[in-house]
């Protein structure tokens, strides 16, 4: 099975960076496959609603989001990561939010895949639990089954991140979570033979 995970961040190996991979290690160490999506190496233009994809048609944008489409698609889990900007995630990550319509216009693609978030800021109530929220909300939009860390809302974090002990206690929950829900998941589905 496999985990992917999104950093929003547009700063490479930066806080957000440094947590997903941390979150990636766990879900490795546990026999899982991971990819990364970093959107600091992305280029995601925005949805302008041309309407296409309710017809069916693919994206006609030429971009990295077929690629990350692709790989969204393939993924049983998804670990979303995002710095805090303003009180919500960055811009880039809302853009490619926006860009996964196709998926949800075209049968509804990543229903029942688990996922979880993971928000750092630079102050300690600076807005992280609203962004984990805002990524909830896409998840639970496309039919996804969200977990948090088992105790709250996930992986929640203050820079700088290698010094936040709690925070990355938070972040390696989450990700144990949602490697929980695939396991369980997978059992039953060997149980029964199938889907
Ligand atoms: C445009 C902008 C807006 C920000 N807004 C917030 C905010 O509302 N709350 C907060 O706690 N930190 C805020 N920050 C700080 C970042 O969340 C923080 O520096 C974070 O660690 C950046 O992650 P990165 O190192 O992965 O880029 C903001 C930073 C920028 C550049």
Same mark, same amino acid.
């Given at each position: ?74 993924? *049983? ?20 939010? *926006? ?64 010094? *936040? ?31």
């Amino acid at each position: 099975m496999m985990v992917v995970g999104i950093c929003g961040s547009p700063r490479k190996t930066g806080n957000t960076e440094f947590l997903l991979n941390e979150a990636l290690a766990a879900a490795k160490e546990r026999g899982f496959e991971t990819e990364r999506l970093l959107l600091s190496e992305a280029k995601i233009d925005f949805c302008n609603d041309c309407g296409g994809c309710s017809k069916g048609k693919a994206c006609p944008k030429e971009d990295d989001m077929s690629h990350i489409l692709e790989v969204l698609e393939r993924a *049983d889990g998804i670990i979303v990561a995002s710095p805090v900007y303003f009180g919500s995630v960055t811009a880039q990550l809302k853009a490619l939010f *926006d860009r996964t319509i196709p998926l949800r216009r075209q049968g509804f693609r990543l229903k029942d895949k688990a996922g979880c978030a993971i928000s750092v800021g630079g102050s300690r109530n600076g807005g992280q639990e609203k962004t984990l929220e805002t990524v909830h909300a896409w998840m639970h939009i496309h039919g996804m089954i969200v977990v948090g860390d088992d105790a709250h809302f996930g992986g929640i974090a203050v820079r700088p991140a290698t010094e *936040d002990r709690i925070g990355r206690k938070t972040v390696v929950a989450s990700a144990n979570k949602l490697c929980d829900l695939l396991e369980r998941t997978e059992k039953k589905k060997s149980c029964w033979g199938g889907d």
